[in-house]
């Protein structure tokens, strides 16, 4: 069975923890915009700030998560796990690319227009949605005011430090682009 990549979002109050077993998974904080990778059991409480957003990469479905997405990957191959956060200005877009692995994708400001083989969603804060990495994405901020999303990938280890978009159009390549990007996660993933 190939491997689930799930989100789950938690809004922990003050003496709340969370138990967690032994799981790939990288848990990004919005109030500190803050995350980390853990393979390990583990005991989380308000230490990270109320809101979180927990990715994990399991072989079975839950169906309290709010995204569940399978992913397509060579299982010969060496991966990573890279969690970044994306900030585009008020209108700004981010051309038509794919990337080099697949990913679920949290928005946590603004609002977010993504178009995918011509089918479009408006995401509103703090929805989700998935990306194959193999299908072209254009997606957009919608609202005045930037718009942020957090993602996590699991990429060809070969991509450790390094850019994993890859643009459509030979246009797009060398235009400027708006986007700016943050890397809170970059770390080699055992499969």
């Known amino acids: 069975m190939s491997p689930l990549l799930e989100l789950f979002q938690h809004r922990l109050t ?5 138990s967690l077993d032994a799981r790939p998974r990288v848990i990004y904080s919005i109030d500190r915009n803050e995350a980390r990778f853990s393979v390990a059991p583990l005991e989380l409480g308000s230490e990270m ?5 927990r990715y994990e990469i399991t072989d079975e479905l839950r169906l309290d998560s709010q995204i569940s997405a399978t992913l397509a990957l060579d299982r010969d191959g060496e991966y990573l796990v890279r969690c970044d956060r994306v900030e585009l200005p008020p209108g700004g877009i981010a051309y038509l690319h794919t990337h080099r692995g697949p990913g679920i994708r949290c ?22 949605w998935f990306e194959s990495g193999t299908e072209p994405v254009e997606a957009r901020a ?31 390549r060398d235009r400027p682009k708006p986007q700016r990007y943050q890397v809170l996660v970059d770390e080699p993933l055992e499969l």
Do not use: C
Not at 107 to 128: H, P, W
């Open 14 to 18: 003050d003496g709340e923890t969370l």
């Open 49 to 53: 700030g109320g809101h979180l957003l």
């Open 107 to 128: 928005l946590v400001q603004g609002r977010f227009r993504v178009d995918v083989n011509g089918l479009g969603q408006t995401v509103e804060r703090y929805g989700a």
């Open 142 to 172: 919608v609202s005045d005011e930037p718009a942020a999303f957090v993602r996590v990938m699991v990429l060809p280890r070969e991509l450790l430090g390094r850019s994993s978009i890859q643009y459509v159009r030979e246009a797009d």
